[in-house]
């Protein structure tokens, strides 16, 4: 068992909890939740939880809460999740305030305890999150890459299918841009099966289907009265499962960009390379006039929150 991978999960509330049991089920490795000393007996009774259900599902992987940073040395993958979720009402950006310092206080943990892991930022505002996750520990570029794109491009594939009448498997879109409500669906791209998938929708019906992926974290919200949780967990766990089996998966991923798509020291989706290296390559993709307008609009959200985090 010398090369069991060790994954901390940082944060143990909804999606913490729901990457555990993906990340066991699928056997990438052992798992340590962590939550603050507050929450660490929460964290214990989910860990304790799941290891009982790996005797009903057959998986075998270690699951141990904590609210000791020392538990997670030697984790080659972090997943962050610590903070606050939406309430109906609220933007991702009103969480900058409540989040901001829990991020620094993970960052500065991780650096000290594990400064090899590849790492996964969820928390929201998610790139501004993940530009000061690698600010205050300084890591490698390609070390660090936030998740948004994986899911945002799930709701923008799922709303295609059900409206061109076709499997989810056949529809490939990404969105890219930052994690807010101007993301860029980038619709030159978007097919089923190789088929532009305006083909298959009329024009109005499309823009429907982008407005509503732009919003598509708020309308859970609006229902359930917190963030998703199912589909985020799922999509950071493509990203880790991409890097710990050096798949190269072209996945759309908050990464930092040096010039690319003409932005610098900035994070912001954009499809990425993940493999044993991270994020080994950003991919630029020829984008109509009108997406890299929005993509602008975009980058202008994300660095105002950015700008909000250097001020405080
Ligand atoms: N990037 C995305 O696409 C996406 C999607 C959904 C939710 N989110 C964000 O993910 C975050 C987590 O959502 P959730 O639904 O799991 O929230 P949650 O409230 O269920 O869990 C968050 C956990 O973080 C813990 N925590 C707080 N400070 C901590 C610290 N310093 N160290 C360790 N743990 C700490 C809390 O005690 C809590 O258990 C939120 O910020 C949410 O907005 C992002």
């Known amino acids: 068992m010398a090369n069991r991978k060790k994954i901390g999960l940082i944060g143990a509330g909804n999606i913490g909890g729901e990457l555990a049991r ?59 999740t610590a903070g606050i979720p939406r309430k109906p009402g609220q933007s991702r950006d009103d969480l900058v305030a409540v989040n901001l310092p829990i991020i620094r206080d993970v960052a500065n943990n991780a650096k000290k305890h594990c400064p090899d892991a590849f790492v996964i930022v969820i928390s929201n505002p998610l790139d501004a999150m993940v530009y000061e996750y690698k600010r205050v520990t300084g890591c490698p570029k390609g070390k660090v890459a936030g998740m948004a794109g994986v899911l945002d491009s799930a709701r923008f594939q799922l709303f295609l299918a059900r409206e061109a009448g076709v499997s989810i498997k056949d529809v490939r ?72 089996g050096d798949q190269k998966r072209l996945l759309a991923c908050a990464a930092y960009l040096e010039g690319e798509y003409g932005y610098k020291d900035l994070f912001m989706g954009v499809p990425a390379v993940i493999g044993k290296g991270g994020v080994e390559k950003i991919v630029e993709i020829p984008l109509t006039s009108e997406e890299k307008g929005m993509l602008e609009k975009s980058a202008k959200s994300v660095q105002s929150v950015v700008d909000v985090c250097k001020k405080s």
């Open 22 to 80: 993906l990340c066991a089920n699928a056997e990438l490795g052992d798992v340590v939740l962590f939550d603050i000393p507050a929450k660490e007996n929460f964290a214990k009774g989910k860990a304790l939880d799941l290891e009982q259900n790996s005797s009903v599902l057959g998986y075998d992987a270690k699951i141990t809460g904590s609210s000791n940073w020392a538990d997670l040395e030697g984790s080659d993958v972090l997943i962050i």
């Open 173 to 244: 879109a990404m969105v890219l841009g930052g994690h807010g409500d101007d993301m860029v669906p980038v619709l030159s791209m978007c097919t089923i099966n190789g088929v532009p998938a305006t083909h298959f929708i009329k024009a109005d019906r499309m823009q429907a289907i982008i407005d509503r992926t732009r919003k598509g974290g708020g309308e859970i919200v609006n229902l359930m009265g917190t963030s998703a949780y199912y589909a985020p967990a799922s999509s950071a766990v493509a990203m880790a499962e991409a890097y710990l």
